[in-house]
Protein backbone atom coordinates (compact mmCIF):
# COMPACT_ATOMS: atom_id res chain seq x y z
CA UNK A 1 0.00 0.00 0.00
CA UNK A 2 1.63 3.04 -0.86
CA UNK A 3 2.54 5.93 1.40
CA UNK A 4 0.55 9.13 1.53
CA UNK A 5 2.33 11.93 0.03
CA UNK A 6 1.98 14.94 3.04
CA UNK A 7 0.92 18.16 1.85
CA UNK A 8 3.04 21.03 1.18
CA UNK A 9 2.93 24.34 2.82
CA UNK A 10 5.07 27.51 2.39
CA UNK A 11 6.05 29.98 5.24
CA UNK A 12 7.60 33.07 4.21
CA UNK A 13 8.63 35.86 6.98
CA UNK A 14 11.90 37.23 7.35
CA UNK A 15 11.62 36.93 10.65
CA UNK A 16 14.21 34.17 11.60
CA UNK A 17 12.06 32.71 14.71
CA UNK A 18 8.81 32.94 12.75
CA UNK A 19 10.13 30.37 10.56
CA UNK A 20 11.73 28.23 13.06
CA UNK A 21 8.37 28.35 14.84
CA UNK A 22 6.48 27.47 12.24
CA UNK A 23 8.39 24.93 10.77
CA UNK A 24 8.13 23.31 13.95
CA UNK A 25 4.65 23.27 14.42
CA UNK A 26 3.45 21.96 11.36
CA UNK A 27 6.03 19.16 10.56
CA UNK A 28 4.79 17.62 13.86
CA UNK A 29 1.27 17.44 12.08
CA UNK A 30 3.01 15.96 9.25
CA UNK A 31 3.21 18.91 6.96
CA UNK A 32 5.96 18.74 4.42
CA UNK A 33 7.32 22.50 4.93
CA UNK A 34 9.45 24.33 3.19
CA UNK A 35 10.63 27.95 4.80
CA UNK A 36 12.09 31.38 3.11
CA UNK A 37 12.98 34.58 4.10
CA UNK A 38 12.25 36.14 0.63
CA UNK A 39 9.66 36.99 -0.92
CA UNK A 40 11.19 36.95 -4.40
CA UNK A 41 12.51 33.23 -3.78
CA UNK A 42 9.35 32.67 -2.64
CA UNK A 43 7.63 33.19 -6.13
CA UNK A 44 10.30 31.56 -7.61
CA UNK A 45 9.32 28.50 -5.21
CA UNK A 46 5.65 28.73 -5.64
CA UNK A 47 6.59 28.54 -9.60
CA UNK A 48 8.72 25.72 -9.72
CA UNK A 49 6.61 23.18 -7.12
CA UNK A 50 3.02 23.09 -5.62
CA UNK A 51 1.84 23.73 -2.70
CA UNK A 52 -1.15 23.48 -0.95
CA UNK A 53 -1.11 26.74 0.88
CA UNK A 54 1.75 29.60 1.80
CA UNK A 55 1.93 31.29 5.25
CA UNK A 56 3.34 34.63 4.98
CA UNK A 57 3.88 37.93 6.94
CA UNK A 58 2.48 41.18 5.84
CA UNK A 59 5.34 43.54 6.65
CA UNK A 60 8.65 42.63 5.01
CA UNK A 61 11.21 44.40 3.30
CA UNK A 62 10.73 43.29 -0.96
CA UNK A 63 7.40 43.60 -0.51
CA UNK A 64 4.12 43.41 1.72
CA UNK A 65 2.26 39.92 2.42
CA UNK A 66 -0.85 41.36 0.64
CA UNK A 67 1.59 42.37 -2.44
CA UNK A 68 3.03 38.99 -2.02
CA UNK A 69 -0.01 36.89 -1.94
CA UNK A 70 -1.60 38.77 -5.09
CA UNK A 71 1.05 37.93 -7.35
CA UNK A 72 0.87 33.92 -6.00
CA UNK A 73 -2.74 34.25 -6.95
CA UNK A 74 -1.91 34.69 -10.47
CA UNK A 75 0.46 32.06 -10.28
CA UNK A 76 -0.84 29.31 -8.52
CA UNK A 77 -4.61 30.30 -8.02
CA UNK A 78 -5.35 27.00 -6.41
CA UNK A 79 -2.86 27.20 -3.66
CA UNK A 80 -4.47 28.62 0.19
CA UNK A 81 -3.11 32.01 1.00
CA UNK A 82 -2.89 32.72 4.46
CA UNK A 83 -1.78 35.98 6.03
CA UNK A 84 -0.26 36.28 9.77
CA UNK A 85 0.09 40.06 11.07
CA UNK A 86 -1.03 41.77 13.97
CA UNK A 87 -0.75 45.63 12.64
CA UNK A 88 -2.96 45.63 9.24
CA UNK A 89 -6.57 47.21 9.73
CA UNK A 90 -9.60 45.08 9.89
CA UNK A 91 -11.05 46.64 7.00
CA UNK A 92 -8.30 45.90 4.42
CA UNK A 93 -8.41 41.83 5.79
CA UNK A 94 -11.75 41.56 5.07
CA UNK A 95 -11.57 43.33 1.21
CA UNK A 96 -8.36 41.24 0.69
CA UNK A 97 -10.56 38.15 2.08
CA UNK A 98 -13.51 39.04 0.04
CA UNK A 99 -11.75 39.83 -3.26
CA UNK A 100 -10.10 36.56 -3.24
CA UNK A 101 -6.67 38.00 -2.25
CA UNK A 102 -6.30 35.16 1.08
CA UNK A 103 -8.07 32.50 2.40
CA UNK A 104 -7.51 33.71 5.90
CA UNK A 105 -5.77 35.95 8.52
CA UNK A 106 -4.08 34.93 11.63
CA UNK A 107 -3.45 37.54 13.93
CA UNK A 108 0.02 38.09 16.15
CA UNK A 109 -0.10 36.13 18.44
CA UNK A 110 -1.69 32.94 17.59
CA UNK A 111 -2.97 30.42 19.09
CA UNK A 112 -1.84 26.93 18.27
CA UNK A 113 -5.17 25.22 17.85
CA UNK A 114 -6.18 28.15 16.08
CA UNK A 115 -3.47 28.16 13.58
CA UNK A 116 -3.69 24.01 12.96
CA UNK A 117 -7.51 24.21 12.35
CA UNK A 118 -6.96 27.32 10.07
CA UNK A 119 -4.29 25.44 7.97
CA UNK A 120 -5.99 21.94 7.73
CA UNK A 121 -9.11 24.11 6.40
CA UNK A 122 -6.35 25.81 4.07
CA UNK A 123 -5.37 22.37 3.09
CA UNK A 124 -8.77 20.95 2.81
CA UNK A 125 -9.62 23.85 0.21
CA UNK A 126 -6.71 23.47 -1.83
CA UNK A 127 -7.29 19.46 -2.33
CA UNK A 128 -10.80 19.86 -3.00
CA UNK A 129 -10.09 23.14 -5.37
CA UNK A 130 -7.45 19.90 -7.11
CA UNK A 131 -9.96 17.07 -6.91
CA UNK A 132 -12.91 19.14 -8.31
CA UNK A 133 -10.45 20.27 -11.30
CA UNK A 134 -9.69 17.19 -12.06
CA UNK A 135 -13.74 15.56 -11.58
CA UNK A 136 -14.23 18.60 -14.28
CA UNK A 137 -10.97 17.32 -16.79
CA UNK A 138 -12.47 13.91 -16.36
CA UNK A 139 -15.56 15.14 -16.98
CA UNK A 140 -14.95 16.94 -19.90
CA UNK A 141 -13.07 14.31 -21.21
CA UNK A 142 -15.70 11.29 -20.90
CA UNK A 143 -18.10 14.25 -22.50
CA UNK A 144 -16.10 14.16 -25.65
CA UNK A 145 -15.56 10.44 -25.64
CA UNK A 146 -19.51 10.26 -25.15
CA UNK A 147 -19.79 12.56 -27.97
CA UNK A 148 -17.52 10.60 -30.14
CA UNK A 149 -19.38 7.54 -29.54
CA UNK A 150 -22.39 8.79 -29.47
CA UNK A 151 -21.88 10.44 -32.74
CA UNK A 152 -20.16 6.97 -34.01
CA UNK A 153 -23.83 4.88 -32.84
CA UNK A 154 -25.38 7.61 -34.59
CA UNK A 155 -23.30 6.97 -37.61
CA UNK A 156 -23.91 2.73 -36.78
CA UNK A 157 -27.52 3.34 -36.59
CA UNK A 158 -27.58 4.97 -39.78
CA UNK A 159 -25.80 2.44 -41.65
CA UNK A 160 -28.29 -0.46 -39.79
CA UNK A 161 -31.29 1.65 -41.13
CA UNK A 162 -29.80 2.07 -44.50
CA UNK A 163 -28.87 -1.94 -44.40
CA UNK A 164 -32.86 -2.43 -43.10
CA UNK A 165 -34.06 -0.45 -45.73
CA UNK A 166 -31.72 -1.93 -48.13
CA UNK A 167 -32.40 -6.02 -46.93
CA UNK A 168 -36.28 -4.83 -46.85
CA UNK A 169 -36.20 -3.74 -50.37
CA UNK A 170 -34.17 -6.70 -51.10
CA UNK A 171 -36.89 -9.14 -49.17
CA UNK A 172 -39.58 -6.70 -50.94
CA UNK A 173 -37.93 -8.19 -54.17
CA UNK A 174 -37.75 -11.62 -52.98
CA UNK A 175 -41.37 -11.48 -51.99
CA UNK A 176 -42.40 -9.98 -55.36
CA UNK A 177 -40.40 -12.65 -57.49
CA UNK A 178 -41.82 -15.51 -55.34
CA UNK A 179 -45.65 -14.75 -56.22
CA UNK A 180 -44.86 -14.12 -59.28
CA UNK A 181 -43.18 -17.58 -59.92
CA UNK A 182 -46.35 -18.74 -57.86
CA UNK A 183 -48.54 -17.22 -60.26
CA UNK A 184 -46.15 -18.42 -63.00
CA UNK A 185 -46.65 -22.27 -62.01
CA UNK A 186 -49.88 -21.88 -61.63
CA UNK A 187 -50.62 -20.53 -65.00
CA UNK A 188 -48.65 -23.40 -66.42
CA UNK A 189 -50.87 -25.86 -64.83
CA UNK A 190 -54.14 -23.74 -65.82
CA UNK A 191 -53.31 -23.88 -69.16
CA UNK A 192 -52.09 -27.30 -68.96
CA UNK A 193 -55.62 -28.08 -67.76
CA UNK A 194 -58.44 -25.66 -66.91
CA UNK A 195 -59.20 -28.15 -63.84
CA UNK A 196 -56.46 -27.98 -62.15
CA UNK A 197 -56.75 -24.12 -62.35
CA UNK A 198 -59.60 -23.97 -61.23
CA UNK A 199 -59.08 -26.71 -58.27
CA UNK A 200 -55.93 -25.10 -57.04
CA UNK A 201 -57.48 -21.51 -56.39
CA UNK A 202 -60.18 -23.46 -54.85
CA UNK A 203 -57.53 -25.49 -52.46
CA UNK A 204 -55.70 -22.06 -51.69
CA UNK A 205 -58.97 -20.38 -50.68
CA UNK A 206 -59.78 -23.02 -48.25
CA UNK A 207 -56.54 -23.33 -46.74
CA UNK A 208 -56.49 -19.40 -46.01
CA UNK A 209 -59.31 -20.12 -43.93
CA UNK A 210 -58.03 -22.98 -42.27
CA UNK A 211 -54.53 -20.91 -41.05
CA UNK A 212 -57.06 -18.14 -40.22
CA UNK A 213 -58.85 -20.46 -37.60
CA UNK A 214 -56.09 -22.44 -36.98
CA UNK A 215 -54.19 -18.70 -36.07
CA UNK A 216 -50.81 -20.51 -37.55
CA UNK A 217 -47.46 -19.03 -37.10
CA UNK A 218 -46.65 -16.80 -40.37
CA UNK A 219 -43.82 -19.89 -41.08
CA UNK A 220 -46.68 -22.19 -40.91
CA UNK A 221 -49.16 -19.83 -42.96
CA UNK A 222 -46.57 -19.58 -45.70
CA UNK A 223 -45.72 -23.07 -45.75
CA UNK A 224 -49.29 -24.02 -46.31
CA UNK A 225 -50.20 -21.88 -48.79
CA UNK A 226 -47.82 -22.16 -50.79
CA UNK A 227 -47.83 -25.53 -50.77
CA UNK A 228 -51.61 -25.13 -51.81
CA UNK A 229 -50.61 -23.48 -55.00
CA UNK A 230 -47.91 -25.84 -55.49
CA UNK A 231 -49.27 -29.15 -54.79
CA UNK A 232 -50.71 -30.05 -58.46
CA UNK A 233 -47.49 -28.99 -60.21
CA UNK A 234 -46.66 -32.61 -60.75
CA UNK A 235 -49.66 -32.88 -62.89
CA UNK A 236 -47.83 -31.41 -65.91
CA UNK A 237 -45.28 -34.54 -65.67
CA UNK A 238 -48.40 -36.98 -67.13
CA UNK A 239 -50.15 -37.04 -70.04
CA UNK A 240 -53.61 -35.31 -69.99
CA UNK A 241 -55.10 -38.41 -71.22
CA UNK A 242 -53.92 -39.98 -67.93
CA UNK A 243 -55.15 -37.38 -65.85
CA UNK A 244 -58.36 -37.11 -67.14
CA UNK A 245 -59.14 -40.93 -67.00
CA UNK A 246 -57.63 -41.10 -63.18
CA UNK A 247 -60.70 -38.78 -62.13
CA UNK A 248 -63.50 -40.22 -64.04
CA UNK A 249 -62.44 -43.55 -64.26
CA UNK A 250 -59.76 -44.53 -61.78
CA UNK A 251 -60.70 -48.13 -61.52
CA UNK A 252 -59.46 -48.28 -65.16
CA UNK A 253 -56.15 -47.70 -64.45
CA UNK A 254 -53.25 -50.25 -65.10
CA UNK A 255 -50.85 -51.00 -62.33
CA UNK A 256 -47.96 -48.41 -64.27
CA UNK A 257 -50.70 -45.57 -65.12
CA UNK A 258 -51.71 -45.95 -61.27
CA UNK A 259 -48.24 -45.96 -59.97
CA UNK A 260 -47.42 -43.10 -62.61
CA UNK A 261 -50.33 -40.69 -61.35
CA UNK A 262 -49.62 -41.56 -57.75
CA UNK A 263 -45.71 -40.76 -58.01
CA UNK A 264 -47.02 -36.92 -59.36
CA UNK A 265 -46.88 -35.25 -55.62
CA UNK A 266 -43.28 -36.47 -55.85
CA UNK A 267 -42.54 -34.70 -59.38
CA UNK A 268 -44.48 -31.59 -57.68
CA UNK A 269 -41.77 -32.27 -54.76
CA UNK A 270 -38.97 -32.10 -57.58
CA UNK A 271 -40.55 -28.86 -59.29
CA UNK A 272 -40.91 -27.21 -56.52
CA UNK A 273 -37.47 -27.04 -55.76
CA UNK A 274 -37.42 -23.02 -56.85
CA UNK A 275 -38.74 -22.00 -53.10
CA UNK A 276 -36.23 -23.77 -51.41
CA UNK A 277 -38.07 -25.16 -48.09
CA UNK A 278 -37.52 -28.44 -47.34
CA UNK A 279 -40.93 -27.87 -45.20
CA UNK A 280 -43.28 -26.81 -48.34
CA UNK A 281 -41.35 -29.95 -50.19
CA UNK A 282 -42.39 -32.26 -48.22
CA UNK A 283 -45.68 -30.77 -47.51
CA UNK A 284 -46.21 -30.83 -51.05
CA UNK A 285 -45.16 -34.76 -51.33
CA UNK A 286 -47.37 -35.14 -48.32
CA UNK A 287 -50.16 -34.01 -49.43
CA UNK A 288 -52.31 -37.01 -50.57
CA UNK A 289 -51.34 -38.87 -47.34
CA UNK A 290 -53.85 -40.12 -45.20
CA UNK A 291 -53.79 -40.30 -41.80
CA UNK A 292 -54.54 -44.24 -41.65
CA UNK A 293 -51.58 -44.74 -44.01
CA UNK A 294 -53.84 -45.44 -47.04
CA UNK A 295 -52.63 -42.41 -49.08
CA UNK A 296 -49.72 -42.03 -51.43
CA UNK A 297 -47.04 -41.73 -52.53
CA UNK A 298 -45.38 -42.87 -49.50
CA UNK A 299 -48.06 -44.76 -47.45
CA UNK A 300 -47.49 -42.39 -44.16
CA UNK A 301 -49.61 -42.40 -41.38
CA UNK A 302 -50.56 -40.70 -38.04
CA UNK A 303 -47.77 -38.19 -37.14
CA UNK A 304 -45.24 -39.08 -39.75
CA UNK A 305 -47.21 -37.14 -42.01
CA UNK A 306 -46.16 -33.28 -41.82
CA UNK A 307 -48.62 -31.28 -39.73
CA UNK A 308 -49.82 -28.82 -42.92
CA UNK A 309 -49.85 -32.20 -45.33
CA UNK A 310 -52.46 -33.02 -42.63
CA UNK A 311 -54.12 -29.55 -43.12
CA UNK A 312 -53.26 -29.28 -47.00
CA UNK A 313 -55.24 -32.88 -47.42
CA UNK A 314 -58.54 -32.18 -46.21
CA UNK A 315 -58.98 -28.99 -48.49
CA UNK A 316 -57.71 -31.60 -51.54
CA UNK A 317 -60.38 -33.76 -50.70
CA UNK A 318 -63.05 -31.95 -50.10
CA UNK A 319 -62.18 -29.76 -53.61
CA UNK A 320 -61.50 -32.48 -55.52
CA UNK A 321 -64.61 -34.81 -54.44
CA UNK A 322 -66.85 -35.68 -57.19
CA UNK A 323 -70.04 -35.31 -54.34
CA UNK A 324 -72.04 -32.47 -53.74
CA UNK A 325 -70.65 -30.09 -50.85
CA UNK A 326 -72.81 -31.11 -48.48
CA UNK A 327 -72.38 -34.80 -49.40
CA UNK A 328 -68.29 -33.95 -49.15
CA UNK A 329 -68.47 -32.48 -45.41
CA UNK A 330 -69.97 -35.03 -44.70
CA UNK A 331 -67.34 -37.85 -45.65
CA UNK A 332 -64.82 -35.86 -44.21
CA UNK A 333 -66.41 -35.96 -40.96
CA UNK A 334 -66.52 -39.65 -41.07
CA UNK A 335 -63.59 -40.25 -42.49
CA UNK A 336 -62.45 -37.52 -39.43
CA UNK A 337 -59.81 -40.42 -37.07
CA UNK A 338 -59.51 -42.35 -40.49
CA UNK A 339 -58.00 -41.02 -43.57
CA UNK A 340 -57.67 -37.38 -42.08
CA UNK A 341 -56.75 -36.17 -38.74
CA UNK A 342 -59.43 -35.68 -36.55
CA UNK A 343 -57.56 -31.91 -35.61
CA UNK A 344 -57.38 -30.66 -39.21
CA UNK A 345 -61.22 -31.54 -39.62
CA UNK A 346 -62.08 -29.53 -36.56
CA UNK A 347 -59.87 -26.77 -38.22
CA UNK A 348 -60.94 -27.74 -41.78
CA UNK A 349 -64.56 -27.35 -39.96
CA UNK A 350 -63.68 -24.21 -38.35
CA UNK A 351 -62.59 -22.12 -41.01
CA UNK A 352 -65.51 -22.94 -43.24
CA UNK A 353 -68.67 -22.45 -41.31
CA UNK A 354 -69.15 -19.05 -41.50
CA UNK A 355 -67.88 -18.41 -45.14
CA UNK A 356 -69.42 -19.81 -48.64
CA UNK A 357 -67.52 -22.83 -49.54
CA UNK A 358 -66.09 -22.70 -53.14
CA UNK A 359 -68.13 -24.48 -55.59
CA UNK A 360 -66.75 -27.86 -56.82
CA UNK A 361 -66.06 -28.24 -60.28
CA UNK A 362 -65.89 -31.56 -62.69
CA UNK A 363 -65.29 -31.64 -66.19
CA UNK A 364 -67.60 -33.30 -68.50
CA UNK A 365 -68.02 -34.21 -72.03
CA UNK A 366 -69.63 -32.37 -74.98
CA UNK A 367 -72.31 -35.09 -75.19
CA UNK A 368 -72.75 -34.83 -71.22
CA UNK A 369 -73.51 -31.59 -71.37
CA UNK A 370 -77.26 -30.92 -70.35
CA UNK A 371 -79.74 -27.68 -70.21
CA UNK A 372 -79.62 -26.41 -66.60
CA UNK A 373 -75.58 -27.34 -66.13
CA UNK A 374 -73.63 -23.98 -64.84
CA UNK A 375 -70.05 -23.23 -66.56
CA UNK A 376 -67.21 -23.07 -64.70
CA UNK A 377 -64.89 -21.76 -67.90
CA UNK A 378 -66.08 -19.72 -70.02
CA UNK A 379 -66.13 -21.37 -74.53
CA UNK A 380 -63.96 -19.28 -76.90
CA UNK A 381 -63.94 -19.52 -80.46
CA UNK A 382 -60.55 -20.34 -82.04
CA UNK A 383 -60.13 -16.75 -82.67
CA UNK A 384 -60.46 -16.08 -79.08
CA UNK A 385 -63.82 -14.24 -79.04
CA UNK A 386 -66.19 -15.71 -75.96
CA UNK A 387 -68.87 -17.59 -76.83
CA UNK A 388 -70.57 -18.43 -73.52
CA UNK A 389 -69.43 -17.00 -70.24
CA UNK A 390 -68.52 -18.50 -67.17
CA UNK A 391 -71.92 -18.81 -65.17
CA UNK A 392 -73.88 -18.66 -67.49
CA UNK A 393 -76.85 -21.81 -66.95
CA UNK A 394 -77.27 -23.33 -70.19
CA UNK A 395 -80.73 -23.83 -72.14
CA UNK A 396 -81.57 -26.77 -74.16
CA UNK A 397 -80.68 -24.13 -77.48
CA UNK A 398 -77.26 -23.17 -75.90
CA UNK A 399 -76.42 -26.83 -75.45
CA UNK A 400 -77.29 -27.47 -78.86
CA UNK A 401 -74.96 -24.49 -80.17
CA UNK A 402 -71.69 -25.77 -78.23
CA UNK A 403 -72.40 -29.44 -79.22
CA UNK A 404 -72.30 -27.84 -82.58
CA UNK A 405 -69.12 -25.91 -82.48
CA UNK A 406 -67.34 -28.58 -80.44
CA UNK A 407 -68.08 -31.01 -83.34
CA UNK A 408 -66.78 -28.53 -85.58
CA UNK A 409 -63.48 -27.23 -83.53
CA UNK A 410 -60.36 -28.67 -84.92
CA UNK A 411 -58.92 -28.96 -80.89
CA UNK A 412 -61.64 -29.44 -78.45
CA UNK A 413 -61.74 -27.41 -75.54
CA UNK A 414 -62.06 -28.77 -71.74
CA UNK A 415 -66.17 -28.05 -70.90
CA UNK A 416 -65.78 -27.84 -66.45
CA UNK A 417 -68.94 -26.82 -65.13
CA UNK A 418 -70.34 -26.60 -61.06
CA UNK A 419 -71.84 -28.92 -59.46
Not at 209 to 234: D, F, N, P
Request: hydrophobic share 40%; with cysteine.
Amino acid sequence: MSKQIPPKILVVDDDDIILIALEETLSLENYDVVTTPSAKLALELISQQEFAAIISDQRMAEMTGLELLHQIKTISPDTSRILITGVLTLKTVIDAINKGEIYRFISKPWLREELLATINNAVQRYELIRMNRSLQKNTLQLNEQLAESNAELQKKVQQLTEQKEELDRANEALQKNFEHSLQLVYRITDTYHPLIGKETKAVVELCERIAQAGELKEQERKTLITAAWLHKIGLIGISRELFSKARKTPELLSEEERLLFRNHPIFGQMLAGFVDSKDIGMTIRCAYEFWDGSGYPDGLAGENIPRMARLLSVAIYFVESQLSREDTIDRILKESGYKFEPAAVDLFIRGTRIVTLPQKVREITAEELKPGHVLARGIYSPTGLLLVGEGERLSQSMVDKIKLHHSRSISSQHLLIYH
